[in-house]
């Protein structure tokens, strides 16, 4: 099970911090997608059990994402946020092998909105 938490409006160029509360066994990969109304859902940032990161082009030097394997958590940091980053964010966990934004992905938070004016 994963739990998203942190979403909320912001005004532009302000930061926010999503956190992503995962039960169960530790994820090989861990990641962030968003869903804006009317696009298709896309990858943002993931990252490995080890620590390697992948991020879409358009959050890179923006988003740092970070995870604690002890306390099974994935956390999204969004700097300099713009009205385009307005979306549902979602958390989701792959535990095979592989880990990229354009993986297969099998579990699944309910996501947190996060609105940007």
């Known amino acids: 099970q994963l739990v998203e938490s942190g979403g909320g409006s912001v005004q532009a160029g302000r930061s926010l911090s999503l956190s992503c509360a995962a039960s169960g066994d530790t994820a090989n990969c861990m990641a962030w997608f968003r869903q804006a109304p009317g696009k298709k859902r896309e990858g943002v940032a993931a990252?490995?059990?080890?620590?390697?990161?992948n991020y879409a082009d358009s959050v890179r030097g923006r988003f740092v994402v970070s995870r604690d394997n002890d306390k099974n958590t994935l956390s999204l940091l969004m700097n300099n946020l713009k009205p385009e980053d307005t979306a549902m964010y979602y958390c989701a966990a792959r535990r095979v092998d592989g880990c990229s934004i354009f993986l297969t992905f099998a579990d699944w938070g309910q996501g947190t909105q996060v609105t940007v004016s």
């Open positions: 990252i490995s059990r080890a620590g390697s990161t």
